[in-house]
């Protein structure tokens, strides 16, 4: 690794070249089997077809432009997105911060168009909702926050999973919005109650807040449905998408519908580079590949077995408190800190995540194969056993 780097990732000891499907290869030719795609990033696996050709035929016609023109490929996107989502407009940036950023800010400006001087947000305990520096005051961990204050105003905090928080605010006549995910990933795969959302729907309604979902880990097929909130009855009024939308190639969405979509106006945002030709086309070809292939049946179907191979695996062993998950999302949490699992799934050719210090994370691609998930199985029962 070179110097000249800013100290800003604890780097694990591996560089990888290449890679194919659900697998990677290092600097020495070692295969690994990734069962964490960049973080819910490389949803459709390494070197995909389809999106490796409309990026190289997209970059063979132009790059960029700028949003001051129209650009069809953000219009043939916005259409695809919407459809698939249930939702009426939509704002591209380049990450999921920018995406919570611009539903903050569209949280703001709906409050001010009300005559509320000073609008806040409801946010949860345990989430993570990007590091800009208001996605960060968003975000429920003090360990990340810590360095960075004064944090932006603006937020007040509950339990997550906790309805009645929630409606212990129903007084504070600054508050416009409130911003959850439908799970949790940061935070350790924390899955809420089921009527969850559909109870934050009704409170919304009733005090004309708005919803809104950060479904930046959660959205583009991961749970088993194209969206967590698709489990439920209640469709947000914003929604904020990235992380699998171009599978390795840097988009951000903040999708609004209803009263939500049209507060935004000529001005009151932008993006350079958000939704530029480049990132569209590789966007559009994930979402044509994701329906052709079914992905989010596939990803329910996958992670059943994934989630029922570690239940039998790990059934007699003492130290895991808990095996969680929707669709190929899944948390083996244990009852201790388990950080060095992480090294040593490396040192076995697997690629995992532990949050929330005693949770590993897998989010394996969509595309994986069960011979790849029975893999995955042994390898992690094998090292939470030892």
């Known amino acids: 690794m070179t110097d ?36 819910a990033v490389c949803s459709l696996g390494h070197a995909n077809a389809r999106v490796a050709e409309a990026i190289c035929a ?54 001010h168009n009300k005559g509320i001087a000073n609008p806040a947000i409801i946010v949860a305990a ?34 997550y999973n906790d309805i009645a928080a929630i409606e212990q605010l129903a007084d504070n006549a600054d508050i416009v919005a409130v911003l959850v995910e439908p799970i949790q990933g940061e935070g350790g795969i924390n899955i809420p109650a089921d009527d969850y959302l559909d109870r934050i729907r009704a409170l919304c309604d009733r005090h004309d ?33 990235a992380k699998a939308l171009g599978n390795g ?18 001005g009151s945002h932008g993006s350079t580079f958000g939704g530029n030709p480049l990132a569209c086309a590789a966007a559009l070809a994930v979402i044509e590949e994701m329906e052709s292939g079914d992905l989010a049946n ?14 039998q695996a790990l059934a007699d062993c003492d130290s895991v408190a808990a095996i969680r998950g929707r669709g190929l999302m ?11 699992l992480v090294q040593r799934a490396l040192d076995q050719g697997l690629l995992i995540n532990v949050t929330a210090e005693k949770v ?25 056993k030892q």
């Open 249 to 266: 190639m840097p988009i951000g969405a903040c999708l609004a519908r209803g009263k939500a979509a049209e507060v935004l106006q000529p």
């Open 58 to 111: 997209q970059a063979r016609r132009l790059l960029h432009t700028s949003n001051i023109y129209g650009i069809a490929n953000q219009d043939r996107l916005g259409e695809a997105l919407c459809r698939v989502a249930g939702m009426d407009k939509v704002f591209f940036g380049n990450s999921g911060a920018e995406a919570n950023e611009a539903a903050i800010k569209l949280a703001r400006l709906y409050g």
């Open 330 to 340: 899944l948390g083996v949490e244990l009852k201790h800190a388990c950080g060095e």
């Open 360 to 384: 590993v994370r897998l989010l394996p691609p969509l595309i994986i194969e069960s011979d790849e998930i029975d893999r995955i199985v042994d390898i992690i029962a094998s090292l939470v």
């Open 298 to 311: 596939n990803a329910m179907i996958k992670g059943e077995r994934l989630r029922q191979g570690l239940q």
């Open 126 to 159: 345990g989430s993570f909702h990007g590091r800009t520096l208001a996605t960060l005051s968003a975000t429920g961990n003090a360990k990340i926050q810590a360095g960075f204050e004064p944090l932006v105003p603006g937020f007040v905090r509950v339990p």
């Open 209 to 241: 807040w708005l919803m809104m979902l950060d479904e930046i880990q959660t959205g583009m097929c991961r749970s088993g449905k194209w969206f967590a909130y698709q489990h439920s009855n209640s469709a947000p009024d914003v929604m904020s998408v």
């Open 4 to 39: 000249h780097l800013m100290s800003t990732y604890k780097r694990l000891p591996v560089s990888f070249v290449r890679g194919a499907g659900a697998w990677l290869w290092d600097d020495n030719d070692k295969q690994y089997l990734d069962a964490l795609s960049g973080i």
